[in-house]
């Protein structure tokens, strides 16, 4: 029961309400009837138990319950010097994944963060130059992907973008209000194809970005 939880009828620490009310009256999919939404958390994302009738492809209806993980919509961005055929990549402390068996939590990634109030392209070159200090002018759409739809609703926008390798500054980023500790890593292409394969990168946005370089971006043949 949410009851008067904060998030509900009454505004959480972040001032929100109606959190319970997201998914009901859907009516996309005529098979899908979704009954009762539960507010089970509302600390910086929020956390639902979604109850729903299920019809299944004999026309038997069935119900079922389903805890999804909403963070917002994030986006991401390959920063990449076609001239010197480098990537820039951010390395930074990543709590889940410490937990979760990596080595030291220091994972690589391309900059990437949520949307907030921001469009994608807008959020996208924040991020970037607050992570890598550079810059993003012309942008180049790659794709646009649900990370881990069997309990996230994140839906992550990627983005391409040229910067010149040769008038970068600095190996560091990230925002001191935020406890951002960002190292800046810029690397040849293929020596990033390499780290995937040996395990020193694997985040999987970074790895679909860096595979699409080589496949259909700016280090691929037709290009």
Avoid at 38 to 57: C, I, K, M, N, Q
């Amino acid at each position: 029961m949410n009851d008067a939880r904060p998030g509900t009828t009454v505004p959480d620490h972040r001032g929100r309400t109606g959190l319970h009310l997201t998914g009901l009256g859907l009516d996309r999919n005529p098979s899908v009837v979704v009954e009762d939404v539960e507010l089970l958390a509302a600390g910086w994302h929020v956390l639902r138990a979604t109850t729903f009738r299920y019809r299944g492809d004999d026309g038997t209806w069935s119900t079922q319950t389903r805890e999804t993980y909403d963070r917002g919509n994030g986006a991401t961005v390959l920063l990449y010097d076609p001239a010197r055929r480098t990537v820039l990549l951010t390395r930074q402390f990543r709590y889940p994944v410490y937990v979760n068996d990596h080595p030291d939590g220091m994972l690589i990634e391309t900059a990437a963060g949520l949307l907030d109030d921001d469009d994608p392209v807008t959020a996208m070159r924040r991020e970037a130059e607050e992570e890598t200090g550079v810059r993003v002018d012309e942008v180049e759409p790659v794709f646009e992907v649900y990370m881990s739809p069997g309990s996230v609703t994140e839906r992550l926008h990627f983005f391409a973008a040229a910067y010149d390798g040769s008038a970068r500054h600095g190996d560091r980023g990230g925002l001191a209000e935020e406890d951002e500790e960002i190292e800046i890593l810029e690397y040849d292409i293929d020596d990033a194809l390499s780290m995937i394969r040996d395990g020193s990168i694997q985040d999987a946005k970074t790895i679909m970005l860096l595979q699409w370089a080589v496949l259909d971006g700016p280090f691929s043949p037709g290009r």
